[in-house]
């Protein structure tokens, strides 16, 4: 392999591949890159079994050919260089890098060695705005827990039908969805699917501020994730992972239609106020809420024998019963920060039933949580 | 005690004073902040047992006393809250707090259960400009080891003279000598004395942006750090620590009146490609230089069987004998970090002989390192 490259172009493609790389001490080819020429485009592949992702850049080849190399230490190197072309030359399991000022030899290993990125043969795909789509599941993941006993619930619970998509996620102590609208899609037929929690970090990571259209590919065990690059009809990042098998839970039973008392509060007053309740709160993370809908307020209220207590209320639109009604504060506050909007809906059940958080005037995004058991 | 309090005065005293408080098992009191009001003023004290930090604030008085309360919580609590007057009152061992829309109680201990914070009687002290001798303490503060073996080289070495101050720091790898004016200041005679690395630490962070005139008070044991209010004559913060008992190293001997070989070089690059050259390093992250002072070039080489190798190289002004050196990588790129001049000179001597990296056209600071051994 020989070829010459923009020291830029090489950066950015590895600071994108590097992310699934680490120190895997069983099997070290994991922690190295895969380079290989492919006509015009040098390729950048990295993977940790689970996911796959490549990353394509243009280059000037003199020589095809192919190589793996430590990712961590090729990035960091290659961050460091001034910005200007490079050659990069694979001689002898080595890869040589050249520049005007610095000349670098770094060990790799065999192409061969490095372990196979399986590919999607179907030719169909969803196509989807890729920004709204990674912000709707940035709404989700985070309450995910990555559950061994339960390994269905560990992932993002992905539903495609003609018109919309459905994300969803859970820990069994809250559960979040989002629904997009999906447009211009000729899909025959529902697919749904669990995709693990890693490759939608990534994702996010990946694509999060991207504007460009993406495309998604399935087939029965496996998802892909593509952008496009600009002005280019190649693409420019493959993102493939397994699937989780298994059933997801039958979640719709869950989500409360009514409330028996609901209250609409200014998001970020009530998160203040849940921040400055948990730090007087006890070891189960207990904040006790009081809704008085005659004078339109909640009250929180949290008590530890060993620090002190805080009392605080809120002023806000009211319906329904007076309640009084307990929650781990830490599944308040995640749900009042994955919501967008100002002001949010408090909606409350009584007798142990879940309660819910949405943002006012947006109904594609619902927080179900269930409340700690009375004593 | 009684008091009406801003919200943002009580935030920005505790910002400053609970930097020293921690998690101390054995001694839970030191995690507390001493509240005493003193007339119109709030004081606000912390101690670690070697250092202790007042603050103090403009309050409205309404009865007198004092309390000793967890820092860390005290100073989260009060961050949280909206800005707003709050009224502090102690009752009973406990601290209630009530603004607006939240009351609080927090459980805290008697104020005679907190350590007395030393005090300094001697009325006479130095004056210097508080932004220049912070600046100049950054420079010297990072390469102090904390030494448990030769207590007297894990602190600050402070020598006031006349017309200077000069401050020095080592690890007895590498030494670093700042120097700066003195004006106006009827001192008899010099002072020396070693200031605790933590002490140096917090000065920098409390103070290290304001650009009032800091005053320095001494005694035989103790020195301390005021700053006075703005527009109040009465002091906002002090620092008292205990000094480091012993004689500091005859450091002088050690800085190399001359070299064979200096060569000027870009700062920002030599620290880069330093940086690049550190990642082909071995376990003793040696670093080769090779000065060619016919081609005024300096060539740097690392190499690791394991890795791979790098070669880079640098041009200027060079004067003196061919050399080759090797160091540790990390000390030269401490040494260029710690340097704010866009050129330095590495100066280079034979035979294990010390070097040194100073600024252009600034005499006032030197950072001399010694070569690792050839083998």
Redesign the interface.
């Known amino acids: 392999m020989k070829t010459i490259i923009l020291k830029e172009n090489l950066k950015q493609g590895l600071n994108v591949v590097e992310k699934i790389t680490g120190k895997n001490l069983t099997l070290p080819v994991l922690n190295n890159v895969l380079l290989i020429t492919e006509k015009n485009f040098l390729r950048l592949c990295t993977t940790d079994l689970e996911m796959g992702i490549s990353w394509w850049t243009l280059i000037k080849t003199e020589k095809e050919g192919k190589i793996s190399i ?1 990712a961590k ?1 090729l990035s ?2 290659i961050g ?3 910005d200007e072309k490079m050659v990069l030359e694979v001689k002898n399991k ?1 890869l040589f890098i050249e520049c005007k ?7 790799g290993q065999d192409a061969e060695e490095f372990p196979i990125i399986p590919k999607i043969e179907e030719k169909e795909f969803i196509e989807v705005d890729g920004y709204k789509f990674c912000q709707g599941l940035s709404q989700i993941i985070e309450i995910i827990s990555s559950s061994q006993v339960r390994p269905e619930i560990s992932g993002v619970y992905l539903l495609f039908q003609k018109n919309l998509i459905k994300m969803v996620g859970t820990d069994s102590f809250r559960l979040a969805e989002k629904t997009l609208s999906l447009k211009n899609n000729n899909i025959k037929g529902d697919y749904s699917l669990i995709v693990p929690q890693k490759t939608i970090r990534e994702l996010i990571n990946i694509l999060g501020e991207r504007k460009e259209k993406l495309k998604i590919f399935f087939s029965p065990n496996q998802i892909m994730f593509e952008l496009v690059m600009p002005g280019v009809s190649h693409p420019q990042v493959q993102i493939i992972s397994r699937l989780i098998e298994g059933e997801y839970p039958d979640y719709q039973e869950i989500i409360p239609k009514k409330y028996e008392t609901q209250i609409i509060l200014d998001k970020k007053e009530f998160l ?2 849940i ?2 309740a948990s ?2 709160s006890g070891k189960i993370n207990e904040v006790k809420f009081e809704v008085d809908p005659k004078q339109g307020k909640i009250e929180i209220f949290t008590q530890n024998p ?9 002023l806000g639109k009211t319906e329904g019963q007076p309640i009084e009604v307990s929650f781990n504060h830490k599944f308040i506050s995640d749900g009042l920060s994955s919501i967008q909007s100002s002001e949010v809906i408090f909606g409350l059940n009584k007798e142990g039933g879940p309660a819910v958080l949405k943002p006012v005037g947006d109904e594609s995004y619902i927080y179900v949580v269930m409340p700690v058991k009375a004593d």
Do not use: C
């Open positions: 430590p230490l960091s190197f460091l260089l001034p080595t000022k610095n000349k670098t030899k770094i060990k203040n106020q921040k400055t730090l007087f060993e620090i002190g207590e805080n009392k605080s209320y809120l």
